[in-house]
DNA sequence: TTGAAAGCGCTAACAA
DNA sequence: TTGTTAGCGCTTTCAA
């Protein structure tokens, strides 16, 4: 018995009696050169026939594409970036692009690699939540020969444009609402600051305190990552210090319920004694105890924009440079309230 | 200028002054037909200072593999699949292989296109997370050529190695855990009955209930996904109905979220009037109110055996085909608590 | 409109 | 030990 080779071009071009080429043309319509009707039949029928389905890869090797766009994330295990890489494949999906995903661990050499393997695998767009801002990996990718979208994060040099959440505005909002319940000794937890959105973050964080004349001195803590492991280590780091305040902006919703952890921990009630804002809006945030305060920021938008970037500069379309910043909007639950006086 | 390609082996080899085929030779060790030592050196050199990085579609053309692994899920918003994924990155992270993911969101057709967009990809080695357990795709992977492992999802015709967790074990456990507590009327709020977890799953509520002599008439409601909403609308049709129970075994703990969301909303309380049992154990079942108490799974061990699995296909090593089924764990938080008399 | 020929970048037989 | 040759499966000039 022959093996059972999967069909070729080739195979398909003896079964319908024509050159290997002209099957080529049939199968792939458009372009210049067409083929007589009666042949282009006469070639789908023997491919259908067959079950031809053609190569990628030496498809790949021969038009340098491939016909899938490369999604490159930091941490799957991070709530928030699920949902985004849902709105990037919903938009792909649509327009008939595949999209390969690969995850970094928040590891810049991981990263590195896995941008290079699949630039190598001629993919035709790559969209990047960067593991650190200061990823070369990441800036090499301007000009290069694909488009690439950076989401939610940025790096330093931001080369790229970008598609995020309109953090700055997001968390004046929640420093707002703090204050309006009363709170002037407002601390901040943040995420590692080898990230764009927590410097973005801390940064909003002070200039709001600025203007409203709250003191943030001694009162930021930096966590290691983001995750509520970190958060609450970093909070307890926070309470060791015996800095009074009565409300904490958390630098994402894991830090924020790492926040929880610690408070809880040391016989501190939330929202009772210390009110807690998070970031992001992560799924189930609005079912933890008590349910989480947080600026929220449109996640599957961000990932469908960056998408349609992609899709943009496929097409040939120019792509603004600066950087996309989707409205955030302050969900107020259960994790504020009422500043105690003079506690 | 020249046009500033990237560097082929035809131009290491030049400018190491050999032949093409023993550039090649020189930069993949081992293998028959070794190459003198100052020659490699030369072409090592070469290669270095051109910056050549090997071109991994022309070397799949020609090799028929790829040095990467296919990993396709159903669904990565669902709180489990992440820590999953994250111990098959590690372990193939560890052996040198990259892992390119896919999320078919669900729907069988989107699976069976990115398994093949994978297979023609020359991956190595596939493991998936079914989205259904009546999938012709996944079915047909059995005999190919590219081992392949199932992780937690099984298919009717289970042709193939699976990965998962001992759920018949731990739905037992927790039946066990809640007569103990004094529950006899036990309702089941299940997945989707199209995928294998939901079916072994209530086939094992139904085995223990049977042991215990627990009626379960009517006190059964499929949910249509394994989501918080679904099974919140599973919970509400379950109490329209007006069977009378006072403790649920959810499919999963999205399932148990949203029956906890349920009864809330129908003024029950939770432990006080209905306890409640989820399925995993997924990340912040312990944060939610009240904290779930909740099968656990390995969830990383799972990704990282079906991953030593692919590996051991792909040393040549044969690989048992009956399910290996980790041990579960029952957890017990502040969803169950002893029934009251006569409720 | 179709065919012939070349070649993408690499590796595997075979020869030298 | 190294070079020569061929070819993976496809597309794209160029010619007919």
Redesign the pocket.
């Known amino acids: 018995v022959a093996a059972p080779?999967?069909?070729?071009?080739?195979?398909?071009?003896r079964r319908a009696?024509?050159?290997?080429?002209?099957?080529?043309?049939?199968?792939?319509p458009a372009?210049?050169?067409?083929?007589?009707?009666?042949?282009?039949k006469r070639v789908r029928d023997a491919a259908e026939e067959l079950g031809?389905?053609?190569?990628?890869?030496?498809?790949s090797?021969?038009?340098?594409r491939s016909g899938f766009v490369g999604v490159v994330v930091p941490d799957l295990t991070n709530p928030v970036i699920p949902p985004i890489v849902r709105g990037i494949e919903a938009v792909l999906w649509g327009a008939g692009i595949a999209c390969l995903l690969a995850d970094t661990d928040n590891d810049v050499d991981h990263e590195a690699a896995l941008i290079e393997e699949l630039l190598a695998r001629r993919c035709e767009g790559l969209i990047v939540s960067t593991a650190t801002r200061s990823s070369e990996a990441v800036n090499r990718l301007a000009g290069g020969e694909v488009p690439a979208v950076l989401v939610t994060r940025d790096t330093d040099a931001h080369p790229l444009p970008l598609v995020a959440g309109d953090d700055a505005a997001g968390v004046d909002a929640a420093v707002a609402h703090l204050a309006e319940l009363g709170h002037e000794r407002i601390a901040h937890v943040t995420g590692p600051t080898d990230l764009s959105t927590t410097m973005t973050r801390l940064a909003a964080f002070e200039a709001a305190c600025e203007r409203l004349s709250l003191e943030t001195q001694g009162r930021i803590r930096h966590g290691e990552a983001f995750t509520a492991a970190a958060g609450r280590e970093a909070c307890e780091r926070l309470l060791a210090a015996d800095s009074e305040f009565t409300a904490i902006a958390a630098g994402n919703d894991l830090i924020a319920l790492g926040c929880l952890q610690a408070l809880a921990a040391a016989g501190i009630a939330c929202p009772g004694d210390v009110s807690i804002v998070g970031h992001n809006d992560m799924p189930m945030a609005d079912s933890l105890q008590p349910p989480l305060t947080t600026v929220a920021i449109p996640q599957r938008e961000i990932g469908a924009r960056a998408a349609e970037l992609v899709l943009s500069s496929l097409r040939g379309d120019g792509v603004a440079d600066e950087p996309l910043l989707l409205p955030t909007e302050l969900i107020v639950r259960g994790s504020t309230a009422p500043a105690i006086r003079g506690s």
């Open positions: 080779r999967r069909p070729t071009l080739s195979d398909v071009a009696g024509v050159n290997p080429a002209t099957a080529s043309r049939a199968l792939n372009l210049p050169g067409r083929v007589a009707e009666p042949t282009a031809y389905r053609p190569d990628p890869v030496a498809r090797l021969r038009t340098r």
